[in-house]
């Protein structure tokens, strides 16, 4: 099982800002869909946005304007740049690679936004 390597949460007051990374192997990035969810407590896993293997991006209307993905193929890393972060972003953020039929998950970075 391929494994995505996450780093990046944190706390951070209203306002703040955050960068996720992760990185996968190279057997699934060049071709693979990625992307981040989340989890808040008590609720279900969500989309938080997704990036093609051509570049092409998705956002959840929640953080449109406020969250950037991106991923450079030289590292085999995505980045999300998390802006104006809010209390309600508060969550269990996961990668996601998705290739064909296969999906890789990642262990999941804490991410707190204090009031």
């Known amino acids: 099982q391929a494994q995505l390597v996450e780093s990046g949460g944190g706390l951070v007051q209203a306002g703040g800002s955050l960068r996720l990374s992760c990185a996968a192997p190279r057997t699934i990035f060049s071709n693979a869909a990625m992307g981040w969810y989340r989890q808040a407590p008590g609720k279900q896993r969500e989309l938080v946005a997704i990036i093609t293997s051509g570049d092409s991006t998705n956002y959840a209307d929640s953080v449109k304007g406020r969250f950037t993905l991106s991923r450079d193929n030289a590292q085999r890393t995505v980045y999300l740049q998390m802006n104006s972060l809010k209390p309600e972003d508060t969550a269990v953020y996961y990668c996601?690679?998705?290739?064909?039929?296969?999906?890789?998950w990642g262990q999941g970075t804490q991410v707190t936004v204090s009031s």
């Open positions: 996601r690679g998705e290739l064909g039929f296969n999906v890789y």
